[in-house]
């Protein structure tokens, strides 16, 4: 029986191969306007196919909106948005987004991974590899709805770990949570990582990004004042905003 303190997050726990992904990000000129609000104005900026993105920057800088743009979940007013030159229309169905709720289905641990490998036609067999992966194969046959929030997160990133992702985009993935919870969804995620899949990260927690970034891109009011290395980030932002963001002086 695992739990929190038990899990095992080895290298070789992911029940698939090394992820091969191809898909490097180029964003130019995007802009999202909403009636007479301009939420995000003129964003560009480039990703390379593998490693983790984090996301940062104050409420109402449009980290979410830039999300749901990059995973093709709404149109952008302007602009361009490519993943190795396709639309990101065209690949969504290679991708997963885990929100900072889960939405779960009113079912068993286990049918709610059933169902995703169902509908994506994946192997069946697979289910209780993924629930060991996670922790949470002890709880197979337990409600879903009856889940600590850490583990119906660690259900919802079973479920995108179902599909083969070659993105993973996490939308606050570890709010409100518990530290135990915490450590136990950037272990998951982190392999994810080291395992090919390319990971984006919105958080506002200064010391999760610490720990997961490889590089990190600062948004304020819409436009992006920063992108760069998290080794060089952290330690000497460049831009005013985020060394405002950093130092707790900059909110909103």
Known sequence: MSSIDTLDFRPG???AERYVNL?????????LRIGEAELLRDVSFDLAPQGCTVIMGPNGAGKSLLLKLLHGLIRPTAGEIAWAGQ??????ARQALVFQKPVLLRRSV????????KARGKRRDRRDELLEHVGLLHKARVPARRLSGGEAQRLA????LATDPEVLFLDEATASLDPASVQAIEAIVRQARDRGIRVILVTHDTGQ???MADDVLFL???QVQEHSAARAFFPDPQSPAARAYLNGSLVF
Do not use: E, K, Q, Y
Not at 87 to 92: K, L, Q, S
């Open 209 to 211: 990004a610490r720990r």
């Open 157 to 160: 990133l079973a479920r995108a």
């Open 13 to 15: 726990a992911l029940p």
């Open 87 to 92: 639309d990101p229309m065209a690949v969504t």
């Open 23 to 31: 898909m490097p990000l180029r964003v130019h000129g995007l802009s």
């Open 220 to 222: 304020h009011s819409g």
């Open 110 to 117: 286990a049918a709610n991974i059933d169902f995703v490998l």
